[in-house]
């Protein structure tokens, strides 16, 4: 089944992400791919926590996903997308990843972003989403596709194989971690992680990535890249000069199941604390 994960460079301009994001859905849905993958933060990063929280709140980002649920019916293709959504408390957000199915443009599932990045990489490069986002409080069982059994995740959540483990455990095939990853813990880490996330969950994933400078102060790492359940590399976002774009991969489930008669890894229930 063909696929579609696409690397974007969103700034805080909503209108121009939107139209990147559906002319990206077109260039998808004209090559055959089923479904497209959005990195986080689709709609827009912005320069700081406060501004994140008022951009949430504007008619033009409920417009986003309106805008990308129409494209994915007039498309006829399924779209995986990340937004910043209103949540229940006032001042905060969500960090959501959403699927929408194109026959009526529906939200098939919706996931909020349970780990939240928080660290001190040193001056300038400390981060406290918290400040911004609420986190999640459920993890959405697997979203049935017709590349099969979505689990959803976002970016840090890269970090905590157990989330991996409990999707998998829930019937995942494949594992998305739409991200936004900083440069130096792109360069240390990105590939070892999404790597390690297949082999360990068996799972083809699936990591869309912002790339590039989103504005004076923040830049992404990009390499948006798809895994096979033996940890293979099968598709690698790795034009520098065109930072926003498409590759197309192709998700056959026939290697998961290959690979986990050929290592079954069953988990020791006994000694470990109930998934
Ligand atoms: O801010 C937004 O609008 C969207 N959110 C993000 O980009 C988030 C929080 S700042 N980024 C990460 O989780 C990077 C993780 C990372 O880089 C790592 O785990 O090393």
């Not at 990063?45 to 951009?55: D, T």
């Not at 494949?174 to 390690?196: D, M, N, Q």
């Not at 990009?222 to 293979?232: E, K």
Request: some cysteine; hydrophobic content about 40%; overall charge neutral.
């Amino acid at each position: 089944m063909l696929a579609a994960i696409a690397q974007l460079q969103s700034t805080k301009s909503i209108f121009r992400n939107l139209a990147k994001c559906k002319e990206l859905i077109i260039e998808a849905a004209a090559k055959g791919a089923s479904c497209i993958f959005f990195p986080e933060a689709s709609d827009f990063i912005a320069e700081n926590v406060n501004e994140s929280v008022e951009l949430t709140s504007t008619e033009e980002n409920k417009k986003f996903l309106q805008g990308i649920c129409e494209q994915a019916i007039r498309s006829k293709i399924h779209v995986n997308i990340c937004v910043h959504e209103a949540s229940e408390c006032a001042g905060k957000i969500y960090n959501s990843n959403i699927w929408i199915e194109p026959t009526r443009g529906t939200i098939a599932a919706r996931y909020h972003k349970v780990h939240l990045f928080d660290v001190d990489l040193g001056p300038g490069k400390t981060f406290k989403e918290s400040n911004s986002t609420m986190p999640g409080t459920e993890i959405p069982s697997p979203v049935m596709t017709p590349l099969g059994k979505v689990g959803l995740a976002i970016c840090f959540d890269l970090r905590f194989p157990e989330l991996a483990q409990h999707l998998r455990s829930k019937g995942a095939d494949i594992l998305v971690y739409p991200s936004a990853f900083t440069e130096k813990t792109g360069a240390a880490h990105w590939e070892t992680l999404l790597r390690a996330r297949a082999i360990d969950s068996q799972c083809f994933v699936v990591a869309a990535a912002q790339h590039g400078a989103h504005n004076a102060k923040r830049t992404s790492y990009g390499h948006s890249m798809v895994i096979d359940p033996w940890g293979t590399v099968i598709a690698q976002y790795s034009d520098m000069n065109t930072p926003e774009g498409l590759l197309l991969f192709d998700v056959n489930l026939s290697i998961a199941e290959r690979v986990r008669r050929a290592i079954p890894l069953a988990r020791r229930n006994d000694l470990y604390p109930k998934l």
